[in-house]
């Protein structure tokens, strides 16, 4: 199911940030776990009482050589075009400024549910703050203290109650949808045109065009996909657009609904931080992925400059050692057929189980020849391991005490687990449990 979308605005220095790693509490530490990623703390998923939503603190998306009124203006557009609801903030102990009504303004003509929120009300005493701002007109302002942590629960109910009743879109289980991510003028597009117009492909229009993604069914070789094209529908012209983590928005949602990612590289422009930044969120969302080098035809061929490229890749992104790497061009559609049946297999990898009995052979087998590792004097035995779920594939290994099964030693059984089943272009999870 697609998840509601919150986005928090308001000027500078009312507490967006602050507000933002409150409500994300120990996620943001954990997504930036992936080595080699570096992360823009701007989005992250929240969990309140049985809901899950994401959250965007739209404060962290720069809009570099603009005044800052323009700014502000910009990402309160930028939360209107994202979001379900709008969580304003302003700073109770300032009282209402001139910038705070500007984005009232916006806010207010473009009827999204909005909830005003007063922060820096760090006590009761203070609560009388709070009244000048039924001014701004969005009813009741609810009081916060990002820094203490106070009045955040009622916040969210109210947040809550305002998400729209979410339209699930059928997707059949068959059908592999797919979705093309990078840094901006990386050729998204242009794949995507490419692809639709490749030689045997039947292209139809479908229902399920989003409101961030158009759809696109095609079908070839036997086989149903479903491009979501995020690129295609950008409304050009908006400053924002262009920018390096608004494209990263705009993949985290063609993420969540993909069954494979791929992702778009420059042969051009080489390897920049921000294409880390976006692969690393589909690594984290446990999706089948491909890496495409576009722009091939820009480069001089040579006997060793895909095999150069390669490795340039493979040290940058050394979380995505599964993922296969494919060199092509939009241009001059050189590979481009290839493409298509690497996300078929990529996708049969993602959803593929394994028989338990071969499993259990291989580990032990694994486990015969070369010893568990010894912690505190304690040896690790591993008694069973079974395969739980797919998309992507995720194992338990029982064990006798999951407290020293180190990320070394997980590494260890998925590589095993890879070498004896492929499982090309998908991340595996590992899970330790104590055998009961
Ligand atoms: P942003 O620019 O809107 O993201 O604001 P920040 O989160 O960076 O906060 C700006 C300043 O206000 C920082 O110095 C925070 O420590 C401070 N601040 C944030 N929330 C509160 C609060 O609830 N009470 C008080 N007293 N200060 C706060
Ligand atoms: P997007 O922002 O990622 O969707 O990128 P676009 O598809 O709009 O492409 C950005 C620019 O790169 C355009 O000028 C394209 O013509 C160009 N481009 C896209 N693919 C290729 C390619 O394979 N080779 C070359 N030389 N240029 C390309």
Do not use: C
């Amino acid at each position: 199911m697609r998840k509601a979308t919150v986005a928090i605005v308001g000027r500078p220095n009312v507490g967006k940030s602050t507000i933002f790693n409150r409500l994300v509490g120990e996620r943001v530490s954990i997504v930036e776990d992936v080595p080699g990623v570096t992360r823009d703390r701007i989005y992250a998923e929240v969990e309140w009482l049985s809901t899950s939503f994401n959250l965007i603190d739209t404060g962290g998306i720069e809009i570099s050589d603009e005044p800052m009124l323009q700014k502000i203006k910009n990402q309160a557009e930028i939360a209107i075009d994202e979001a379900d609801v709008i969580i304003f903030i302003v700073n109770g102990r300032d009282g209402i400024t001139a910038q705070d009504e500007e984005v009232a303004k916006i806010l207010y003509k473009s009827n999204k549910p909005t909830v005003l929120a007063v922060n820096k009300v760090d006590n009761v005493e203070m609560r009388e703050l709070l009244y000048e701002f039924y001014a701004l007109g969005f009813g009741e302002p609810f009081p916060i203290s990002g820094t203490h942590g106070l009045g955040l629960g009622d916040l969210l109910d109210e947040v809550v109650h305002h998400f729209p009743e979410i339209e699930e879109i059928e997707k059949d289980e068959d059908t592999i949808y797919f979705s093309l991510i990078g840094r901006p003028n990386v050729g998204k597009s242009s794949l995507v045109n490419a692809i639709l117009n490749e030689d045997r492909v039947i292209v139809s229009d479908m229902e399920g065009t989003t409101r961030d993604a158009i759809d696109t069914f095609i079908h070839k070789d036997d086989q149903d996909f479903v491009i979501i094209d995020t690129a295609g529908i950008r409304k050009k012209g908006k400053v924002y657009e262009s920018t390096e983590k608004y494209s990263v928005l705009r993949a985290l949602r063609a993420i969540e609904r993909s069954d494979v990612v791929l992702v778009v590289l420059d042969a051009d422009t080489g390897i920049r931080e921000q294409d880390k930044t976006i692969a690393g969120y589909a690594h984290d969302a446990g999706k089948g992925i491909v890496i495409v080098v576009n722009k091939w035809d820009t480069v001089e061929t040579s006997e060793t400059a895909m095999k150069e490229f390669e490795l340039t890749v493979r040290e940058q992104f050394p979380f995505l050692d599964y993922a296969p790497i494919i060199f092509l061009s939009a241009k001059t559609k050189k590979r481009l057929q290839r493409l298509t049946p690497i996300v078929k297999l990529v996708s049969e990898s993602h959803s593929k189980r394994v028989p338990t009995n071969v499993l259990n052979d291989i580990i032990m087998d694994a486990m015969a020849m070369n010893p568990t590792p010894t912690v505190k004097g304690n040896r690790l035995k591993v008694l069973y391991v079974t395969q739980v779920g797919v998309k992507p594939p995720t194992f338990v290994l029982f064990v006798n005490d999951p407290e020293i099964v180190h990320f070394s030693f997980k590494r260890f059984i998925e590589n095993r687990i890879r070498e004896a089943f492929g499982f090309t272009g998908t991340p595996i999870h590992i899970i330790a449990r104590r055998r009961a």
